[in-house]
């Protein structure tokens, strides 16, 4: 064998032992210093967020209540937060123990808390809950009276959207609608005379007066949010003095609104929510009275905050008050609206509403 081809094979072996060995073991990985968050930081993020959603008063208002709680179904499906929900009940003295008992005794990253009554209590007692983050909605915590940098106060522009309802309600007035009378008058029904409602009932009016400088707009409160035949009551009193549509801004005790509205055969403008597409199917002659509904967009306001909270940019701290531009608030558009209306209807309230968001219209607040 010739040197050239002794050197080739010898080549040949060298590589084929080596193919044979098995590779080295690899170094077993460093220990993580005591600085190293990144796995901790990756359990944080996929551990879902805890929320208490405190109720006030009770599910199935079909407005306000309902309507957070359509948020916390959302923010599931959506953000992958856990929730609970706790119904405080109706009777007002047992709030803020119920809320108290809440505080001492559910584990949660975030409680959401409605409505203005129970602002007192969170104002009491947030800052000595500084672990815990809060957002309250319909109404802002007292920042002068607490430090409160862990409370997201939601507000929300009642006032431009029942300004919209108003311009609807003067322009169908004098349609020629069975259910219209000659008369050139509109109706409102509140739970309580406080500012919120009265906020409602000012850029109601203001809206309709942009349409008729002479409507003629009653302005009545019930005294309650939870009573239906109050509200019923009322409403019939002001069809018999000629109003044929009234606003109803009064929690459960406007289910009688929309009661005298289909027995006498009216019209009625639902609140917070979309209230004719929430009765339908369980009462479509009632829900063909509600015309439209002033919604106070509470389920997408509670989605947006806690979402910008998982993100870390919800504005703890401070206020933030929605309106028609940030569609915090706006008017239901659906199936009955879209049958019962004119055109000429449907151009008045798209226009009010491009002249609110372009800020070409200041609608008045009872809140100074």
Known sequence: MNRRLATILSLLVAVLVLAACPAPAAAPAAPAASGDTAAPAADAAAKPLKVINFINGVLGDKSFFDSAERGMVKSKA?????????????????????????????EFDIMVVGTFQMEPFLTALADSYADKKFIIYDAPVDYTKCKCANVY??????????????????????????????????????????????????????????????IQVIRQFAGSW??????????KAQYSQGADIVFQIAGGTGQGVFEAAA??????????SDQATIIKDSDPAQAERILTSMMKNVDNSLVRALKMTIEGTAPFGKAEALGVAEGGVGLARNDIYEKATPDEVKAAVDAAEKAVIAGEVKVDTAFQ
Do not use: C, H
């Open 153 to 214: 106060s939601i507000t929300y522009k009642q006032n431009e959207g029942s300004y919209l309802a108003g311009v609807y309600a003067a322009a169908m007035t004098t349609q020629k609608i069975d259910g219209m009378n000659e008369g050139i008058v509109i109706g409102s029904v509140g739970g309580q005379e406080i500012p919120v409602i009265l906020d409602f009932m000012v850029g109601y009016e203001q809206g309709a007066k942009s349409v008729n400088p002479d």
């Open 263 to 272: 027995e006498d055969g009216r019209f009625a403008i639902g609140v917070d």
């Open 226 to 235: 939870n009573d239906p035949a109050k509200g019923k009551e009322l409403t």
């Open 78 to 106: 959506e953000l992958g937060i856990e929730y609970k929900t706790i119904e405080a009940g109706i009777d007002p003295t047992t709030w803020e123990s119920a809320f108290k008992d809440t505080l001492e005794n559910e």
